[in-house]
């Protein structure tokens, strides 16, 4: 439950990032990689039980942040919060 709650959490987030004004969304790559980069050393420290992989892109420019997204991933019922999106 903690876990897909956090989950939710992030694809929040990274929605509000990706749709921000553009004054909000500058340099939006290099602080969502410092983001992502704390949450996946709290999993590493097992702090949190679990693993992160992100990939998110721009639809207006075509520009990207993947982190572990190269990996294969089991979604179960995550998928369902994009495509409902």
Known sequence: ???HRRRLVLIGCLSILLWAPPTLA???QA???KQ???IDQRYRD???AGEIGV???RLDDGERVGWRDAERW???SLVKV????
């Open 82 to 85: 994009p495509v409902a999106v």
């Open 46 to 48: 097992h702090t949190v």
């Open 55 to 57: 990939h998110v892109r």
């Open 31 to 33: 602080r969502l990689e």
């Open 1 to 3: 439950m903690i876990r």
């Open 36 to 38: 992502l980069a704390v």
């Open 74 to 76: 089991y979604w179960a």
């Open 26 to 28: 500058d340099a939006w």
